[in-house]
């Protein structure tokens, strides 16, 4: 058989291979194409091309027969294999920053979370690692090494952690959205929180093949080793979906600011003009209302009126809102001139823009859908007690 005939790439490989194709599609899509995300487009594409880095780097060390020179195999790929694993995590945790915070800019501070990586240069620099001593078995000697298996523990506990901090960042950015926003859709921050929680898995059997080849080698490792090529293949397909469908309509918020020193007469103050915001003004039936626009509308800060609703009344924004949302809708279906009007129309006059959420919302303050609280009002002359919903709210 001629050299011609002889494959060079398994069906392990051809996984990466088409990983690496997807990620060069979503990142040429990203820079040339689609440029309405701004930062958050550029550290997208960054966290692609580490993606790149670490899969090429993989690929060409464990494949001796893909045509690459002695030099670039031995001593340039080391540094690349460092680059595309410690530099994945921190660009991960950055994207989800830069898609989540309002006005996210890259600052000086940020360059801490590559510290690691320059570490690991500097390990690989410092003992002239090349791409043998970052197997953990020597193909020559087929003695394990401890260097490689130290660094690699290393490599890949990064990893997971910043997956870790990923995951917290988007719960708290789903807290910051009820304290920002009346109403908003959960699809987006669901498919975001899949997401972080597929890479804590995907970074975390990367650790699993470690171990495992530390402890027992053998073929048994080998094929723990080659799952991870699919999960990652599938990995990258939900963030292709994620990315091209949902990260564009993802709200943002403030990063959450401490406030401290509040005197109390303001306090006082400042919950009074909540409540006439609501009682007067009845900013809650505005469906797009969130906290930047009802606080412009009261002329206190925003920061303010999220610091007196969480320590002071005890909720969020969303939970206020709707909480008299869900008032309105209620004395709306008590009374006998809307009879007639159906339930969609109620939920729009009570300033809810969603038929699902209403109703999901309606069911869990006052315990029945609202088609029965009419019912019982209307036709039974036996209203419910608000006291039941004003207990659930606290």
């Known amino acids: 058989m001629s050299i011609l005939d002889t494959p060079i790439f398994n069906i392990n490989d051809i996984c990466f291979i088409i990983t690496i194709v997807e990620c060069l599609i979503l990142a040429f899509y990203r820079f040339f194409i689609d440029k309405s995300l701004g930062m958050p487009r550029i550290i997208f594409g960054a966290f692609l091309l580490a993606i790149i880095i ?33 530099a994945k995590g921190p660009l991960f945790l950055m994207y989800v920053h830069s898609i989540t915070q309002t006005k996210y800019r890259l600052k000086v501070s940020h360059g801490w979370h590559f510290l690691p990586m320059f570490v690991g240069l500097l390990i690989i620099f410092s003992i002239s690692a090349t791409t043998q001593d970052l197997k953990m078995y020597s193909e020559i000697s087929h003695q394990k090494s401890s260097v490689s298996t130290y660094v690699l523990y290393f490599f890949t506990t990064i990893s997971m952690v910043y997956a870790v901090f990923s995951l917290i960042s988007v719960r708290s950015y789903y807290a910051q959205l009820q304290g ?73 918020c403030m990063p959450s600011i401490k406030k401290s020193n509040h005197k109390e007469v303001a306090d006082n103050t400042i919950v009074n003009k909540i409540n006439l915001a609501v009682t007067q003004q009845e900013l809650h039936l505005e469906a797009n209302i969130n ?20 320590k002071k009344l005890k909720t969020n924004f969303f939970e206020f809102i709707n909480f008299h ?18 339930i969609l129309d109620i939920l729009l006059m009570a300033g809810f823009n969603n038929k699902s959420s209403f109703h999901r919302y309606f069911n869990r303050l006052v315990g029945i859908s609202p088609s029965e609280y009419r019912k019982k009002c209307l036709h039974q002359q036996a209203p419910l007690n608000d006291l039941s919903l004003i207990t659930n709210q606290k």
């Open 54 to 86: 670490e899969i090429l780097t993989t690929l060409v060390m464990w494949n001796e027969l893909i045509p690459v020179s002695s030099g670039v195999r031995q001593q340039l790929l080391p540094y690349m294999f460092v680059i595309g694993h410690l």
């Open 180 to 252: 920002s926003y009346s109403s908003f859709s959960t699809v987006e921050v669901n498919w975001l929180t899949i997401i972080s929680s597929c890479f804590i898995l995907c970074w975390s059997w990367s650790f699993i093949v470690i171990v495992v080849a530390d402890q027992l080698g053998g073929v048994f490792s080998d094929n723990i080793g080659k799952m991870y090529n699919y999960i990652i293949f599938i990995l990258i397909n939900a963030l292709f979906t994620y990315s091209l469908f949902h990260s564009h309509k993802m709200l943002t």
């Open 291 to 310: 906290i930047e626009e009802f606080s412009k509308r009261i002329g206190i800060p925003a920061k303010d009126v999220s610091f007196i609703l969480n």
């Open 325 to 342: 949302r869900i008032t309105k809708a209620k004395a709306l279906l008590r009374d006998e001139a809307f009879k007639d009007t159906n």
